[in-house]
């Protein structure tokens, strides 16, 4: 069993097969909830490292969410307007985000939290800072 999840590259159902077996046992499970439950398992499993790797692809200097911002602080940023840009549409319609400010005024922290709700919507982000990105163009 092992040689064959293996081969079919099913890394999350080889190592949980064993405890759903006796889970349907204990339980009287259909095969339909048994294998519906072990191909469930190993869904969760590919998102859950579909998204690692996209975080690591994208290059973030720390993790941040919209939640962790205090808007408070910036009154004339309006949540609204953020959470707006949090959404599909936003890379549907090609739009796009500029943040203009001085140090500390959250421009990171919102840019990230952006770029991590996209990547759980399923897409690629790469994070560069506005000086990084001139560097790489004056370097080629």
Known sequence: MEKLLTQLKLARIREVYQDWIDRASKEEMSYADFLRGLLSEEICAREESRIKRRMREAGFPFEKTIEQFDFSLRPELKRQV???????????????????????TGKTHV??????????????????????????????
């Open 111 to 140: 840019s990230i939290s952006v770029g991590i709700k996209m990547i759980q919507l399923g897409y690629s982000v790469k994070f560069v800072m506005a000086q990084g990105l001139i560097s790489m163009i004056m370097l080629a």
């Open 82 to 104: 953020v959470l707006n840009c949090m959404d599909e549409t936003f890379i549907h319609q090609g739009r796009s985000m500029v943040l203009i400010g001085p140090p500390g």
